[in-house]
């Protein structure tokens, strides 16, 4: 299962880390390259699109679209979700070289098919629906 992280400060200013569920059985948090390299090597495997969602815990953009997220998890069984969180994975946003999240790859067999720079969910289905029918 899927997880979106969320940072939440108690009454004494401590910052706690907690999850929150996407709902989508198909969405992967990925916070090691060990993590990112398994689910490509099984995509791979499988003949599956990947989709990754490079995202941050504090950036109300990316919260706002992991539900949406999450339901085209659901839709689109037959490709697998991954959600990247930045903040722990520096090596990996450099080689996407990403500049704002959320940011979106579409990739079959390790390149890239499509790119979806932000929160737009309607352009989110729109390309979504283009790769899921492309495969």
């Given at each position: 299962m899927?997880?979106?992280?969320t ?5 004494n ?10 709902g989508g ?12 390299e ?6 791979r495997?499988?003949?599956?699109i ?11 953009p ?9 339901e ?15 903040d722990?994975?520096?090596?990996l946003?450099?080689?996407w ?18 790119k979806?720079?932000?929160s737009?969910?309607?352009e989110l ?5 283009a ?5």
């Amino acid at each position: 299962m899927g997880q979106c992280w969320t940072k939440v400060c108690t009454q004494n200013d401590n910052v706690k880390s907690i999850t929150a569920e996407l709902g989508g059985e198909n969405v992967h948090l990925i916070t090691t390259m060990e993590k990112w390299e398994e689910k490509n090597s099984e995509a791979r495997k499988e003949g599956k699109i990947v989709t990754v969602n490079f995202s941050t815990s504090w950036s109300n953009p990316c919260r706002e679209i992991a539900p949406s997220y999450s339901e085209l998890a659901d839709k689109y069984p037959s490709i697998l979700f991954l959600t990247v969180d930045v903040d722990k994975l520096a090596e990996l946003t450099t080689k996407w070289d990403i500049k704002a999240t959320p940011s979106f790859f579409f990739l079959r067999d390790g390149r890239q098919l499509d790119k979806l720079v932000g929160s737009n969910k309607e352009e989110l289905q729109k390309k979504m629906m283009a790769i899921a029918e492309s495969n």
